[in-house]
């Protein structure tokens, strides 16, 4: 498969709704119109933090997307980059393209000096997980989250 890892662009909207829509599916994430076009527009700032690539396939289009945030640290003076998202098309899975995008995601950490790339996915996503192995060891932390009930809809 002829693949070409590379930023978003306007033109992708439609495919990229598409993979935004599948990945909160698999997590069964009920995500509003309203974030969601508000990440589009993040994604689309040039100055905001939130980034995009995507994978694209000369025949089959825009088969896999990663969404990701470059942010600050304690722990380092270079930014850190936190993979937020990433989704792959599930009839074209296991032919590289996570892997393609992983490593899209290392050379630019090389090349723009981001101190480190991490990302987290759930423990039974065992296909995943099976990719990420590849990467580096699970980091062994356990994440705890609390939510804001007055904005929780």
């Known amino acids: ?8 662009t306007s033109e992708d909207y439609p495919a ?4 935004w829509a599948g990945y909160h599916d698999f997590y ?4 509003s119109d309203e974030v969601t076009q508000h990440t ?3 994604i689309m700032d040039e100055n905001s933090p ?3 690539i995507v994978a694209d396939s000369a025949k089959e289009g825009v088969i896999g997307m990663a969404n990701y945030i470059l942010h600050d640290s304690t722990w380092a003076i270079e930014p850190i980059c936190y993979l937020q998202d990433m989704f792959v098309k599930p009839d074209v899975r296991a032919n590289g393209t996570g892997e393609a995008m992983l490593d899209w995601l290392k050379e630019q950490m090389t090349e723009q000096g981001w101190a480190r790339l991490y990302w987290l996915t759930k423990e039974t ?3 995943a997980r099976g990719l990420y192995d590849k990467y580096t060891p699970h980091s062994g932390f356990v994440r705890y989250v609390v939510v804001n009930e007055n904005l929780a809809k």
């Open 28 to 31: 069964q994430n009920n995500i």
């Open 50 to 52: 939130v980034q995009c």
């Open 1 to 8: 498969m002829s693949l070409h890892i590379r930023r978003i």
């Open 40 to 42: 589009w527009l993040r």
């Open 16 to 19: 990229w709704r598409q993979l």
């Open 125 to 127: 996503n065992y296909r």
